[in-house]
C-alpha cells in the first residue's frame, strides 16, 4: 500500500499511530500515519525557529515546486500515478486532478505576483504604511473535495508563512505530493509540516499555530465563528439567477457550471433561481444531467464522483430529507438507481435536478459533493434577498442594479455578471476575498524626512 508519512523539518516518519485509507472501490489504498496532539505541538513551536526566506527566492522555489508537482517522480510517485492514486481515494473523475496539475504548474509561476497584487495600495512602496505578517506559522485543516484547493497555502507561503497542514481524511495524497515538491525545489524544511490525524490533530494544531485557514461544514463555521485567529471556509452555496431566455448557449452554461470537475468544487451551482418557467427549466436541466456518462473514476471519460456504496446512499438520503417532498427532475431516467455500482464497492452518484415552488425553500441550503442542484423561482420585486449566501453568485441579467447590489451585499463574496467561462481559475480573482487580508495587516511607519533630520 501507498505510505503516507508525517512530514516534520524535511524529514519523512513513520508513526505508531496509523490508519488505513481505503479506494473508493473498498481496497486499501494507503497507510496514514497520523500526528498525536503533543507532536503536532511540537512541530509547530520548532516551525516559529524558521528563518526568512528573502521573497525573490521564495518565488523561485514556488515556481519550480510547481513543475516538479505537474512533471516529476516524486517520492517515487509519477505524475500519472498521483493522478490514478488521488482519483481512487477521494472519488472524483480523474480529469480533476489532472487539469490540477496543470493548473498548479502555472499558478505556482505566478504566485509571488498574486500576492503582491493583494497588497492594499497605502503600503505599497514609498507610502507610509507596511503591509506586514499578523504571525508566523498558518495551520491549514484542508478538505479533500478538489486537489486544486491547497493554492489558498501556497499564497501563504508566498507571503512569508511556514504553514502546517492537516491533510483532509480522503486526500492526504494531494499535500504530500506539493510538500515534496516544495521541498526538493528548495523551501527551508522547517517551513513545510504535513500532519495527519483525526480532530483532536486538527484542534491541536489550531490552537498551536499564531492563524489558522479551516474548511469545513456549517458545524466547522459555526463552531470558529468568531475566532480572529481562524479563517473558516465552508459551504459555497454558488448560485445563479437566469433573468431572461433560456436558449441552448444558456443549457450548455448552467451545465458546466453545476457538473463541471464532478460538481464537487464549492464553486459548482447549488442554485439556479429564474423569472421564467422553473418547471420547464429543470426539466431540460435534468435531461442534459442525466445524460452524463456512469464510469469508474480512473476512466478517461468520467464526470461523475463516486463513493462508497453505503455513503453514495446515505448522501441519496440525506438529499430526501431536505428535499422536504420536492421532486428530483433527474431520477426517472436512472431505472430506480440513482448510485449505480461501476468498480468493486464505488458507487457513481449520479446528478440530482430539485424542483421547487418558492424562492425560500430550506432545500436551497443544501450542498452536496455531486451535481445536486435546486431550481426555484424569482421575482424582480425579490431582489438580491433569496441570492444572499453565495460563495459565487453568476448573474444573467440586463439589470444593472442587481449586478451593483450585489457587489454591495456581504454575504455574495464573488459575482459574475454574465457567462463568464471558467472564471474561478482566474488566479487574480478574490473567490473568497484574498487570504492576504487575513494573513497580512497594515501598520503604519514614520520616519523623519531628510529636512527634519537636519
Known sequence: ???????????????????????????????????????????????????????????????????????????????????????????????????????????????????????????????????????????????????????????????????????????????????????????????????????????????????????????????MRGNERVLVRGPGRSKILVDGPVDDGTLGHLITEIADDGGVRCTNTTAVFTSGDHHALADALATRLAALPVHSVTHPDSRLPARPLQEARALRSALAEAAHGAADMAEPYYAGDPTPVVDGDAAVLRPAVMCVDSSDHPGLRTELPFPCVWVAPWRADEGIGPLEDSLALTLLTENDALVAEALQTPSVRTVIHGKVTGWWKDPYLPHDGYIGQFLREVRGLAVPSPRTAA
Open 1 to 223: 500500500m501507498l505510505p503516507i508519512p508525517l512530514l516534520r523539518q524535511g524529514r519523512e516518519t513513520a508513526s505508531r499511530d496509523t490508519r488505513v485509507l481505503h479506494a473508493v472501490t473498498g481496497s486499501p489504498l494507503a497507510t496514514i500515519s497520523e500526528s498525536p496532539a503533543v507532536l503536532t505541538r511540537l512541530t509547530v513551536k520548532a516551525m516559529h525557529t524558521a528563518p526568512q526566506m528573502p521573497s525573490a527566492e521564495v518565488a523561485v522555489v514556488l515556481a519550480e515546486a510547481g513543475r516538479l508537482f505537474a512533471k516529476a517522480t516524486l517520492g517515487g510517485q509519477t505524475p500519472e500515478e498521483y493522478c490514478q492514486q488521488q482519483a481512487l481515494a477521494s472519488g472524483v473523475p480523474i480529469g480533476v486532478a489532472r487539469r490540477a496539475a496543470e493548473r498548479y504548474q502555472e499558478e505556482c509561476r505566478l504566485l509571488a505576483e498574486t500576492a503582491e497584487a493583494q497588497r492594499p495600495a497605502g503600503a505599497a512602496p514609498g507610502r507610509p504604511a507596511r503591509w506586514a505578517r499578523r504571525g508566523s506559522v498558518l495551520a491549514v485543516v484542508a478538505p479533500s473535495n478538489h486537489p486544486g484547493t491547497h493554492i489558498a497555502w501556497l499564497q501563504a507561503i508566498a507571503l512569508g508563512y511556514s504553514t502546517a497542514v492537516r491533510p483532509g481524511a480522503r486526500d492526504p495524497i494531494t499535500p504530500l505530493r506539493l510538500a515534496r515538491a516544495l521541498l526538493q525545489a528548495g523551501l527551508h524544511p522547517n517551513r513545510m509540516s504535513l500532519l495527519p490525524g483525526p480532530h483532536t490533530t486538527a484542534d491541536a494544531l489550531v490552537m498551536a499555530a499564531d492563524l489558522a485557514l479551516v474548511y469545513g461544514s456549517e458545524a466547522t463555521v459555526a463552531r
